[in-house]
């Protein structure tokens, strides 16, 4: 063997693509914009009263749970025998990665929030979310395209793609309601 075949070798091996981690915060940011949409459209009744508190502290509840529960669920699923002090560090970095999940229902909890100090319209404050979360779905799609090497045209439609759920959970309130 030359000195150059084993540096052709390393070569080869290495990603032909940028690093997928940022797939992985799209992962976190459209379940948990999709599940603070849901949340905050099931949580709003028509004939009932506006609890906006309320409603905040139960998407970030169930944002948190939701975050333990899939981090805990990966961990379980790729569990491999090891020594018990790693396996516990390797569960705390299953939970630790699904940050995002709950960071991405901050904007509906800091906007029911801001709902319950201002005494503003349950309506609107639904409608707005749902259209706010919506905008943040192509957002989250498009820029993650974006950072694992798509090109432009192709990210803004993986953002629309991602916009869809959020459309389609504006369409399922409207029918529900």
Known sequence: MTEQQPQEASLTTRPSHPSHRHADWMF???YGTVLASALMAALNQEGEDFTPFYDASWVLVTAATAGLAHGYA???ASHREGAGGHRW??????LWNEWPLVVATLPTVLLLTAAGLGDWDAYEVTAGGLGLNTALLFGWGSLTALRVGHRLV???LIGLA??????AIIVANALIK
């Open 89 to 94: 560090q390797i569960l705390a970095r299953a």
């Open 154 to 156: 192709r990210a803004l």
């Open 28 to 30: 976190g940011g459209v």
């Open 162 to 167: 991602d916009a869809t759920i959020g459309l």
């Open 74 to 76: 990966h961990h379980m």
